[in-house]
């Protein structure tokens, strides 16, 4: 069964190398532009993993992360979280506030999948 | 027992001495003798008696003659000189005893007068001592208050109670820039002012938090005992103060603090150093930002690049129209950073520049010492042509100097010019410095090296390059040259300064020619020593005050237009710390009030209100007792503002008139000219409230020694006897 993966940014021109990233990977890939799509979606596919973007429009990416944690519903649902801050601060409230991983851009696309597929827990028989 | 009367018993005992010895031989011998015997005796004696007792009487005479002189020489005398002596110990100082009488009682008086000879040596080498020291010490505390005026740091010294005894210019306009912020109407400076609580500025418990942490300093014996604290004004200004301890100069204060005397140095005061780093704090925060929008800004657009890169690295078999889609990613990410990049530069551009500490200072202070230092170096005059006088630049004076003498020099050497002119202006955020010549032109080699050669002219040694110097500034420097004319300039760019704030000399001075910042016998005032009443006249710190009015009818709704009150501490009137300020009536003024105080509609309108005057002025007299002339009528206008304005004076109030009523109960009219005629004081710019203020303040000072000499010395005896006179019973 092919696990779906939410991407979550505001940036058009991260959003197209993420998905076809991920495509590519073999994931089914579906996109949302600000937070409140985000929860939208998840209530609506109940997606496997989350690329979470933190800094966006109407809800940042630590309040999406908080109101998943809050819901047992989707506890299974793994966050990888990506922004453009790189301070220690940030990765560690990001952590605190129930992330899987952290990313700090700019990344490197294999380092994003290698992390993507460690925490889905498939390791590296793609 | 009195003198004439001892004289009395020694006549008596002359007489008897002289008729004693005779009687009592006779009567002996009376006893002895037979009865024929005593006849023959008084047959013998009785005719001669006349002669006897002649003898005797002329003897006696004699005697008494004698003794009269002893009298009159040993005994008056010297009582008179007594007398004398008396005098010279106190009413007249330069009496001398006059040298009459006999040997013994002149030597005495020779004595006596070289004994208050060498008093009077004494007591003026005493007075002239202490005249001397107290000049020196009048000039130092001059000297002191002179160089505080000039530190560019604003300073305020405080006692433990927190009055404040000193400050400076600076502090002055930085207190001033607070009030305004906080919503004040105009520079009444209502913060600052000598025997003013420093508590109005800054919360008590920061001042107690860092006295606190003075004493722990001072208690393990730190050697330069200081902290500080930052704390935010009402407006939101950020002010960094650093408080220093004024240690007591000497233990013996007993009456004071007696359980303190224990720790050999204990705290008498305090002086707090102000530092406005709101504008330091708001570059930092600049810088902050800009770092940020570098950094994270970039950091989005990289990855945006870095990801599409990769992916069509990593999968060549992408097909053509994805291959162009990520192909525009990296060009439009590329464009957006590049575009981000010039907009940080072009907004941040004062936040890029060197961090080297720049100070700022006149532009024609620097040009001045330019001059004297080319026209001292090389010979070289120099002019100076056009300056904007009110330029502030900021350099690193030493180093600019340098580099500009440097050049001089090199023209000197290179072209042998006779005359170099300067140019100073501003030029939007930078100042043109220029220096100018007439001649030949400079070829960009020879400029090239100038530039970049270290410094190495007769004694100009520096390691830096002209343009290390000129980078150092965030600056640059060309040539440029006007082949018509041959007028040929250098051009510094070098960074201006925001204006400073100007200082005031009107308001510094006024008409005194002593600076009334400092009152260092408000140290050894405390607050807890005697409550209001029982404190001396001379003590009191006072708001005297006045305002001019619509009309006289308070009841009727005639209204107050202007206040002008100035305060006196420690019995001088500080004319510096005055209050004047129109207040908008809110009605048409009838043209009689007109003809007094001058004062047209056109003035008072679009001034603030009374609601927005009268807390301004509560906040001006604070802690003191209010004087006026004719309180009672001027109270009545401020009490009936009390419910709508929800202030209440509730200070002592002392009125002149009716002082005047106590000290001369007799005279016609207690009018405020003819008080202050009677008492000597000229006066000068009536019916402005700020001047009639001051001349009721004038004449309540001079005031006080009369009412002194009336045995009236406390504000409770002062209040009483006005209570007292026939005018108090006149209500407005």
Same mark, same amino acid.
């Given at each position: 069964?092919?696990?779906?993966?939410?991407?979550?940014?505001?940036?058009p021109n991260?959003v197209i190398?993420?998905?076809?990233?991920?495509k590519?990977?073999g994931?089914?890939?579906s996109?949302?532009?600000d937070?409140?799509?985000?929860?939208?979606?998840?209530a609506e596919?109940?997606?496997?993993l989350?690329?979470?973007?933190?800094?966006?429009?109407?809800?940042?990416g630590?309040?999406?992360?908080?109101?998943i944690?809050?819901n047992p519903?989707?506890?299974?649902?793994?966050?990888?979280m990506?922004t453009?801050?790189g301070?220690?601060t940030e990765?560690?409230?990001?952590?605190?506030?129930g992330?899987d991983?952290?990313?700090?851009k700019?990344?490197?696309?294999?380092d994003?999948v290698?992390?993507?597929r460690?925490?889905l827990g498939?390791?590296?028989?793609? | 027992?009195n003198a004439r009367?001892?004289?009395l018993?020694?006549?008596?005992?002359?007489?008897?001495?002289?008729t004693g010895?005779f009687?009592?031989?006779v009567?002996?011998?009376?006893?002895e003798?037979?009865q024929?015997?005593?006849?023959?005796l008084?047959?013998?004696?009785?005719?001669?008696?006349p002669?006897?007792?002649?003898?005797?009487?002329?003897g006696?005479?004699?005697?008494?003659?004698?003794?009269?002189?002893?009298?009159?020489?040993?005994?008056?005398g010297?009582?008179r000189?007594?007398?004398?002596?008396?005098?010279m110990?106190g009413?007249?100082?330069?009496?001398r005893v006059?040298?009459?009488?006999?040997p013994?009682?002149?030597?005495?008086?020779?004595?006596i007068?070289?004994l208050?000879?060498q008093?009077?040596?004494?007591?003026?080498?005493?007075?002239s001592?202490?005249r001397?020291?107290?000049?020196?010490?009048?000039?130092?505390k001059?000297?002191?208050?002179?160089?505080?005026?000039?530190?560019?740091?604003?300073?305020?010294?405080?006692?433990?109670?927190?009055?404040?005894l000193?400050y400076?210019n600076?502090?002055r306009m930085?207190?001033?820039?607070?009030s305004?912020?906080a919503g004040?109407?105009?520079g009444?400076?209502?913060?600052?002012?000598l025997?003013r609580?420093?508590?109005?500025?800054?919360?008590?418990?920061?001042?107690a938090?860092?006295?606190?942490?003075?004493?722990?300093?001072l208690?393990?014996?730190?050697s330069?005992?200081?902290t500080?604290?930052?704390?935010?004004?009402?407006?939101?200004?950020?002010?960094?103060?650093?408080?220093?301890?004024?240690?007591s100069?000497?233990?013996?204060?007993g009456?004071?603090d007696a359980? &303190? /005397?224990?720790s050999p140095?204990?705290?008498?005061?305090?002086?707090?150093? *102000?530092? $406005?780093i709101t504008? %330091? !704090? @708001?570059s930092?925060?600049?810088? &902050? /930002?800009?770092?940020?929008?570098l950094?994270?800004g970039?950091?989005?657009? *990289?990855? $945006?690049?870095r990801a %599409? !890169? @990769?992916t069509?690295?990593?999968?060549?078999d992408?097909?053509?129209?994805q291959?162009?889609?990520?192909?525009?990613i990296?060009?439009?990410?590329?464009?957006i950073m590049?575009?981000?990049l010039?907009?940080?530069l072009e907004?941040h551009a004062d936040a890029m520049?060197a961090r080297?500490p720049?100070?700022e200072m006149?532009?024609a202070d620097l040009?001045?010492?330019?001059?004297?230092?080319?026209?001292?170096?090389f010979?070289?005059?120099?002019?100076?042509?056009?300056?904007?006088a009110?330029?502030w630049?900021k350099v690193?004076?030493f180093?600019?100097?340098q580099?500009?003498s440097?050049l001089?020099?090199?023209?000197?050497?290179?072209f042998?010019?006779?005359l170099?002119?300067?140019?100073?202006?501003?030029?939007g955020?930078?100042?043109h410095?220029?220096?100018v010549?007439?001649?030949a032109?400079i070829?960009?080699?020879?400029l090239?090296?100038w530039?970049?050669?270290?410094m190495n002219?007769s004694?100009?040694?520096?390691?830096?390059?002209?343009?290390?110097?000129m980078?150092?500034?965030?600056?640059?420097?060309?040539f440029?040259?006007e082949?018509?004319?041959?007028?040929a300039y250098?051009r510094?760019l070098?960074?201006?300064?925001a204006?400073?704030?100007?200082?005031?000399?009107?308001?510094l001075?006024?008409?005194?020619?002593r600076?009334?910042?400092?009152?260092?016998d408000?140290?050894k005032?405390?607050d807890?020593d005697?409550?209001?009443d029982d404190?001396?006249?001379?003590?009191?710190?006072y708001t005297v005050?006045?305002?001019?009015?619509?009309?006289l009818?308070?009841?009727?709704?005639?209204?107050?237009?202007?206040f002008?009150a100035?305060r006196?501490v420690n019995?001088?009137?500080?004319?510096?710390e005055?209050?004047?300020q129109l207040?908008?009536?809110r009605?048409k003024?009838?043209?009689?009030s007109?003809?007094?105080?001058?004062?047209?509609?056109?003035m008072?309108?679009?001034?603030?209100?009374?609601?927005k005057?009268?807390?301004?002025?509560h906040?001006f007299?604070?802690?003191?007792v209010l004087v006026?002339?004719?309180?009672s009528?001027?109270?009545?206008?401020?009490?009936?503002?009390e419910?709508?304005?929800g202030i209440h004076?509730?200070?002592p109030?002392?009125?002149?008139?009716l002082?005047?009523?106590v000290?001369h109960p007799?005279?016609?009219s207690?009018?405020?000219?003819?008080?202050?005629?009677?008492l000597?004081i000229?006066?000068v710019?009536?019916?402005?409230?700020l001047?009639?203020?001051?001349v009721?303040?004038?004449v309540?000072?001079r005031?006080i020694?009369?009412?002194?000499?009336m045995?009236?010395h406390?504000?409770g005896?002062?209040l009483?006897a006005a209570?007292?006179?026939?005018?108090?019973?006149?209500q407005?």
């Amino acid at each position: 069964m092919s696990r779906t993966i939410l991407i979550v940014d505001d940036e058009p021109n991260i959003v197209i190398s993420l998905e076809f990233l991920m495509k590519r990977e073999g994931f089914a890939v579906s996109v949302a532009v600000d937070g409140e799509e985000a929860l939208r979606k998840i209530a609506e596919i109940q997606p496997d993993l989350v690329l979470l973007d933190i800094m966006m429009p109407k809800k940042s990416g630590f309040e999406v992360c908080q109101e998943i944690r809050a819901n047992p519903a989707w506890a299974s649902i793994k966050i990888v979280m990506l922004t453009a801050k790189g301070r220690d601060t940030e990765v560690q409230k990001g952590m605190a506030l129930g992330a899987d991983a952290y990313v700090t851009k700019p990344f490197s696309t294999k380092d994003l999948v290698a992390k993507v597929r460690s925490v889905l827990g498939l390791d590296n028989t793609a | 027992m009195n003198a004439r009367v001892r004289y009395l018993i020694a006549l008596v005992v002359l007489g008897l001495l002289i008729t004693g010895p005779f009687l009592l031989t006779v009567a002996l011998l009376l006893a002895e003798i037979s009865q024929a015997e005593g006849q023959a005796l008084g047959d013998l004696l009785l005719p001669r008696l006349p002669i006897g007792v002649m003898m005797t009487v002329l003897g006696f005479a004699i005697g008494v003659a004698l003794l009269r002189g002893l009298f009159n020489q040993y005994v008056q005398g010297l009582l008179r000189m007594a007398e004398l002596m008396r005098l010279m110990l106190g009413a007249n100082r330069n009496f001398r005893v006059a040298l009459e009488g006999p040997p013994e009682v002149q030597l005495l008086g020779k004595a006596i007068n070289e004994l208050a000879q060498q008093r009077d040596d004494l007591l003026s080498d005493v007075e002239s001592q202490i005249r001397r020291a107290n000049t020196s010490l009048e000039e130092e505390k001059n000297r002191l208050a002179a160089l505080m005026s000039e530190l560019t740091q604003s300073v305020v010294v405080c006692n433990l109670d927190g009055r404040i005894l000193l400050y400076n210019n600076r502090a002055r306009m930085q207190f001033r820039a607070f009030s305004q912020d906080a919503g004040g109407a105009t520079g009444s400076g209502a913060l600052l002012g000598l025997g003013r609580s420093i508590f109005s500025v800054f919360d008590r418990n920061l001042i107690a938090h860092a006295l606190e942490s003075l004493q722990t300093r001072l208690a393990t014996a730190d050697s330069q005992p200081s902290t500080h604290f930052v704390t935010a004004t009402f407006a939101g200004q950020l002010i960094r103060v650093q408080v220093a301890p004024v240690l007591s100069a000497t233990t013996g204060d007993g009456d004071q603090d007696a359980g &303190d /005397e224990s720790s050999p140095r204990s705290i008498g005061g305090y002086v707090l150093m *102000l530092d $406005n780093i709101t504008r %330091a !704090v @708001e570059s930092e925060t600049k810088r &902050d /930002e800009l770092l940020q929008n570098l950094t994270e800004g970039s950091r989005a657009a *990289l990855a $945006n690049i870095r990801a %599409a !890169v @990769e992916t069509l690295l990593e999968y060549p078999d992408i097909e053509p129209g994805q291959r162009v889609r990520f192909l525009r990613i990296i060009g439009d990410e590329v464009l957006i950073m590049g575009q981000r990049l010039d907009k940080t530069l072009e907004s941040h551009a004062d936040a890029m520049k060197a961090r080297w500490p720049l100070e700022e200072m006149l532009g024609a202070d620097l040009i001045a010492a330019a001059q004297r230092r080319i026209e001292g170096k090389f010979g070289l005059a120099v002019k100076i042509d056009e300056l904007d006088a009110d330029l502030w630049i900021k350099v690193d004076s030493f180093s600019l100097l340098q580099a500009i003498s440097y050049l001089a020099g090199r023209l000197q050497e290179a072209f042998d010019i006779r005359l170099l002119r300067f140019r100073l202006v501003l030029a939007g955020r930078l100042a043109h410095l220029d220096m100018v010549w007439t001649g030949a032109a400079i070829s960009t080699e020879t400029l090239h090296g100038w530039e970049s050669e270290p410094m190495n002219l007769s004694g100009e040694n520096s390691p830096l390059t002209l343009r290390d110097i000129m980078d150092r500034h965030g600056g640059e420097l060309w040539f440029k040259r006007e082949s018509a004319t041959q007028v040929a300039y250098f051009r510094l760019l070098i960074p201006a300064a925001a204006r400073q704030d100007a200082v005031e000399p009107a308001t510094l001075w006024r008409g005194e020619s002593r600076p009334e910042y400092y009152d260092f016998d408000l140290f050894k005032r405390r607050d807890q020593d005697h409550a209001l009443d029982d404190r001396r006249l001379t003590d009191l710190t006072y708001t005297v005050f006045d305002t001019e009015t619509t009309g006289l009818q308070p009841s009727q709704g005639d209204e107050i237009i202007q206040f002008g009150a100035v305060r006196i501490v420690n019995g001088r009137m500080l004319r510096g710390e005055s209050f004047e300020q129109l207040v908008d009536p809110r009605r048409k003024m009838s043209a009689e009030s007109i003809s007094i105080h001058g004062i047209r509609q056109k003035m008072v309108d679009g001034q603030p209100v009374i609601g927005k005057i009268l807390p301004q002025f509560h906040r001006f007299c604070e802690d003191t007792v209010l004087v006026a002339h004719n309180a009672s009528f001027d109270m009545r206008f401020l009490q009936l503002k009390e419910e709508a304005t929800g202030i209440h004076f509730t200070q002592p109030v002392l009125d002149t008139l009716l002082l005047s009523a106590v000290i001369h109960p007799n005279q016609q009219s207690h009018k405020l000219e003819l008080i202050a005629e009677r008492l000597g004081i000229p006066i000068v710019g009536r019916h402005t409230a700020l001047g009639d203020a001051i001349v009721t303040g004038e004449v309540y000072l001079r005031m006080i020694p009369l009412l002194n000499d009336m045995g009236i010395h406390t504000l409770g005896e002062a209040l009483a006897a006005a209570q007292k006179t026939y005018y108090a019973r006149v209500q407005y």
